[in-house]
């Protein structure tokens, strides 16, 4: 797979991870490590399924098992970390803190093997943050008694950078292996559930089809393609373009009617767009000169 074709890969996972807020609302009331487990469980056993029927379970026989703990520690850290962050403080608040992770994969990816940071992506990502600020912005309050709960949205965005980042050095490892790290991670989400929570199963069919579509989508297909996008694409471009996923979150609410538009909307979306087109840039022209110099 080409590079470009990686990269449109990765960015369909954003765009999967638009409707995690829509589907996470309609599961209410499944309390988040029962859902973690219920919505990783359908992703990876599709996953597994798909590969028996592709024949392509051979592909995990020389997968090594620190690529296994990696994944799955990855998958169920960050998870494990931001449902704990949106209880111990202000959801807006600290889903903002937890998006920081775009802007870190950005900057970090620079001191990847093979990659340039250049102005460009570094201006393009602050863009970006700040459309997805004013996303949030209406929600930020005081600090008070809510400090230790920022603290944990900050590790949960490094968890999530070094997942994304550490995927790249692990270019050698299948995608496939994302079924039995989803297949670990709801077994760890299980564990958690049971230690930490009662259960509370969805009240209605909606609430069923809710888990069900996140297990295919957002919690499901999304990490599969991500995988592909970060190992094989621009992961600069594909950072930046991530801001566009609280964006796209908070149209998909409004549209099902749980969320209302207002003009600081419409100006996140230019800055997250522009934002993207200027990182975009800023890799087109490294990709360019790349070429010329291969031609010559």
Not at 123 to 139: E, K, R, S
Not at 269 to 292: D, H, K, N, P, Q
């Amino acid at each position: 797979m080409t590079r470009d074709k990686a990269t449109w890969t990765g960015f369909s996972a954003v765009a999967l991870w638009a409707l995690l807020a829509l589907f996470t609302v309609a599961s209410e009331p499944v309390p988040p490590f029962l859902l973690n487990a219920l919505t990783f469980g359908i992703g990876g056993a599709v996953g597994i399924i798909w590969l028996a029927a592709t024949g392509g379970l051979r592909s995990l026989r020389n997968v090594p098992l620190r690529a296994y703990a990696f994944g799955t520690l990855g998958l169920f850290g960050y998870h494990f970390l931001y449902f704990t962050a949106l209880r111990m403080a202000p959801p807006a608040e600290a889903g903002l803190i937890c998006y920081l992770w775009p802007l870190f994969i950005v900057v970090f990816s620079g001191l990847l093997p093979g990659e340039t940071l250049r102005a460009g992506h570094l201006i393009g990502a602050l863009m970006a943050f700040a459309g997805a600020a004013l996303i949030v912005a209406g929600g930020i309050g005081e600090l008070s008694g809510a400090l230790a709960g920022y603290g944990v949205a900050f590790a949960a965005a490094l968890t999530w950078t070094t997942y994304s980042l550490g995927s790249r050095r692990l270019q050698g490892v299948p995608t496939a292996a994302v079924a039995v790290n989803c297949l670990l991670t709801a077994f760890l989400s299980v564990g958690a559930h049971i230690g930490l929570e009662a259960t509370i199963w969805p009240v209605d069919a909606t609430g069923w089809l809710a888990v069900i579509a996140l297990g295919l989508g957002p919690v499901g297909l999304a990490f599969y393609t991500w995988d592909i996008g970060v190992k094989g694409g621009d992961i600069q471009l594909l950072g930046t373009a991530s801001y566009a996923a609280p964006l796209l979150s908070t149209l998909a609410l409004v549209l099902a009617g749980m969320a209302k538009a207002s003009l600081s909307l419409a100006l996140a979306a230019l800055l997250i767009t522009g934002g993207a087109v200027l990182a975009a840039r800023a890799g087109s022209r490294r990709s360019g000169r790349l070429i010329r110099r291969r031609d010559a």
